[in-house]
């Protein structure tokens, strides 16, 4: 997915933007982290049938990431 594709296939409720949004500031995620998480949670999204990414989808995108994270740096 390009980056125009997130833009257009990112329909994000209210909430989801909001716990977007404390991910970014809690964990410093970088641009580039931000469109991975998106593009995982659109597939979650996606596997659920879900039109639009719901803060659940968001959530267990954000827990991979930090799984992906902590695995790195002991693995």
Do not use: C, N
Not at 11 to 18: D, G, M, N, T, V
Not at 29 to 48: G, H
């Amino acid at each position: 997915m390009t980056p125009r594709h997130l833009r257009k296939f990112r329909e994000l409720s209210a909430p989801s933007r909001q716990l977007l949004t404390q991910a970014i500031d809690r964990l410093g995620l970088s641009a580039r982290a931000l469109d991975r998480i998106i593009k995982v949670s659109r597939t979650i999204a996606d596997l659920a049938s879900s039109e639009r990414i719901e803060s659940a989808h968001i959530a267990e995108a954000v827990q991979y990431r930090a799984l992906d994270r902590a695995y790195f740096r002991t693995g």
